[in-house]
């Protein structure tokens, strides 16, 4: 069923037809938020002093008439009302062809179409009124006022990775498949076939021989859910996950193309009190966000960096500032005794490098904020050449590129902290040249 399609133009919010629509700040509208402002929506506040969160109900109702939900007030730690996560993608909302209505706590609210179609196959559930749901363009007041100002979205970011280990059940809505593809999705979801087999056309052993199922498998897992940064820590961090495409429904092992780097980052690399933060930063440095600073902030709850805490108002130059900082303490803390310090001042430098290329700056934004870093942790590396790092770096870039084509089959390879000591041995031959 396709989600219906606004008749009319709501409240004073201008639609944006045909080629995607900027704001004044050069970046994609948001018509969603736009409309959800313009219309007044009223949340239930949440008392910041806690670990209050909201969840939703999706009631359910007929086809052809609107979508309805209902919040529910509750705590990460309550017992009172388990509930599921959904970890999914926002998808496009610069036009109205995105975005659909639903009545939301008997408000009109505006979603975006991926949504509206989980919420959609949701309703038709006889459960969906007796299930929580923490989802969080619905959840988190996307749109605040001048005087409700960032708080409440930065107090429930900081406790996101808590919302998803916390949940009985992490739901991934990887969107709706074409009308085309069903039965064959559905025929693999039964089968649990061996991806293996299915991928390999040379293999005879696999009863997936037919181009429709093997389309069909290969679209599975290159949706672009798997591209997004977000849904590393939902992954990682849940308790029990299932996939959802459109009404078929698929295990970690049959989308495992897709996993299998996320789980060996997190057991190999994770440290006693999480992931490092350095480390994170060259594994995902090719996955996206429609907001640079939710390449730091949508990683937080597997990172060992209590220092760092979300922050929508600050900007992408601070927020390096205080990362860079945060690496190079990780760092001072886990090499001193292993490496000498020019392999050390290396590793900081190509560090540095990703984190620009992470946060979309350049060395001209990050003047005043390197010599402050420099001042502070008492490490220079302006001597390295960034040359130095560009090959590596372009590697490293390409090599991100392949793995998402190759839908993660390879995953993302990340700087080996061996590829530091080689580093430095070619400084110092520049050096002696």
Request: charged residues 25%; aromatic residues 10%; negative net charge.
């Amino acid at each position: 069923m396709e989600p219906p399609r606004l008749t009319h133009r709501p409240y004073q919010a201008t639609p944006a037809y045909g080629k995607p629509a900027s704001n004044e700040n050069g970046q994609p509208r948001q018509l969603d938020h736009e409309y959800n402002r313009a219309s007044g929506f009223h949340y239930p506040p949440i008392d910041l002093s806690t670990r209050q969160i909201r969840l939703v109900r999706v009631l359910p109702s007929a086809l052809g008439s609107p979508i309805r939900c209902e919040f529910v007030m509750s705590s990460i730690d309550s017992t009172n009302y388990p509930y599921t996560a959904l970890s999914y993608t926002w998808d496009d909302a610069t036009s109205e062809y995105g975005i659909v209505k639903i009545i939301l706590d008997g408000q009109d609210f505006w979603v975006r179409k991926n949504l509206w179609y989980f919420l959609h196959h949701t309703r038709l559930k006889s459960t969906a009124s007796h299930t929580q749901y923490w989802i969080d363009a619905i959840c988190i007041n996307q749109t605040p006022s001048e005087e409700e100002d960032m708080n409440e979205k930065n107090h429930q970011v900081q406790l996101m990775g808590e919302i998803y280990s916390g949940a009985h059940m992490v739901v991934a809505w990887l969107g709706e498949p074409p009308e085309r593809m069903i039965p064959s999705l559905e025929r693999i979801s039964r089968r649990g076939v061996d991806m293996k087999c299915l991928l390999d056309i040379k293999d005879p052993s696999s009863d997936f021989t037919d181009v429709s199922t093997r389309t069909a498998y290969l679209d599975l897992i290159s949706r672009p859910y798997f591209t997004r940064v977000w849904v590393v820590q939902e992954i990682i961090l849940a308790r029990k996950i299932v996939f959802k495409y459109g009404s078929s429904s698929f295990n970690s092992i049959q989308v495992s193309n897709g996993l299998t780097q996320m789980k060996h980052l997190w057991d190999n690399y994770a440290y006693p009190h999480g992931l490092r933060i350095d480390r994170a930063i060259m594994e995902f440095l090719g996955l996206k966000s429609s907001n640079p600073l939710d390449k730091i902030y949508g990683l937080l709850g597997l990172l060992d960096a209590d220092d760092i805490v979300p922050d929508y108002a600050k900007s992408r130059v601070d927020l390096y500032r205080d990362v860079l900082k945060a690496c190079i303490r990780g760092i001072w803390r886990d090499w001193a005794s292993r490496a000498d310090e020019l392999s050390m001042v290396v590793y900081v430098g190509y560090v540095r490098f990703c984190l620009l290329e992470l946060l979309e700056l350049d060395d001209n934004a990050v003047v005043h904020a390197d010599s402050s870093v420099k001042e502070e942790m008492g490490i220079d590396w302006t001597a390295i050449p960034p040359d130095l790092f560009a090959e590596e770096l372009g590697d490293h870039v390409i090599d991100i590129n392949r793995a998402e084509r190759r839908h993660f089959r390879s995953g993302t390879r990340g700087m080996a902290p061996l590829c530091i000591f080689v580093l430095a041995g070619r400084y110092r031959s520049s050096c002696t040249v």
